[in-house]
T-cell receptor, first 114, second 113 residues
Framework: NAGVMQNPRHLVRRRGQEARLRCSPM?????VYWYRQLPEEGLKFMVY????????ESGMPKERFSAEFPKEGPSILRIQQVVRGDSAAYFC????????????FGPGTRLTVT | KQEVTQIPAALSVPEGENLVLNCSFT??????LQWFRQDPGKGLTSLLL?????REQTSGRLNASLDKSSGRSTLYIAASQPGDSATYLC????????????FGKGTLLTVNP
């Protein structure tokens, strides 16, 4: 039973380009969460999605960031017109049910903006 | 707003020593608390999950305690080994969003052979 998969593991983008980060949840999990870990900072919640629905995007910057979890395929975190401050590790987690069910984390995508 | 603090930020111990990592949180109305391990450049591995109604959880050489009223948790590692070297993260679920994890910045543990 594969765990949470994220790709790419490392992504380098120049300022102004777009970054697309993908997350495939564990089999049977329909709840996906994205967290961001800035250098020297703790992980911070960004967004919570269920299939085809954004449930809570309160931690996501209002501009340039978007997330989706389509009926088929992985969840996508999209960052448009990246800036140096977007350089961070982005982690995806999934859970079987919502609420206080345990979240299982992927290996993360490390985004570097040059 | 929930805040999670971990002390110390870094800890270096000789192999075989027993050690305690500390975690404190400002909002005591939590659903549960979770300890994770993060290796350099890697993802998070869940170590222990303590529900708000529990006082402690044990797994092998690890024991985590929870004192909700005082807003504290400790992670006790017995007979430390070099393979335990990693960053240990504490995270809580609290408030109206019982799915949202709030993390501390972690304790970087180095166990020297």
């Amino acid at each position: 039973n594969a765990g949470v998969m994220q790709n790419p593991r490392h992504l380098v983008r120049r300022r102004g380009q777009e970054a697309r980060l993908r997350c495939s949840p564990m089999k049977g999990h329909s709840h996906v969460y994205w967290y961001r870990q800035l250098p020297e900072e703790g992980l911070k919640f960004m967004v919570y999605l269920q299939k085809e629905n954004i449930i809570d995007e309160s931690g996501m910057p209002k501009e340039r960031f978007s997330a989706e979890f389509p009926k088929e395929g992985p969840s996508i975190l999209r960052i448009q017109q990246v800036v140096r401050g977007d350089s961070a590790a982005y982690f995806c987690a999934s859970s079987l049910e919502t609420g206080s069910y345990e979240q299982y984390f992927g290996p993360g995508t490390r985004l570097t903006v040059t | 707003k929930q805040e999670v603090t971990q002390i110390p930020a870094a800890l270096s111990v000789p192999e075989g020593e027993n050690l305690v990592l500390n975690c404190s949180f400002t909002d005591s109305a939590i659903y549960n608390l979770q300890w994770f391990r993060q290796d350099p450049g890697k993802g998070l591995t869940s170590l222990l999950l303590i529900q708000s109604s529990q006082r402690e959880q044990t797994s092998g050489r690890l024991n985590a305690s929870l004192d909700k009223s005082s807003g504290r948790s400790t992670l006790y590692i017995a007979a430390s080994q070099p393979g335990d070297s990693a960053t240990y993260l504490c995270a809580v679920r609290a408030g109206g969003s019982n799915y949202k994890l709030t993390f501390g910045k972690g304790t970087l543990l180095t166990v020297n052979p």
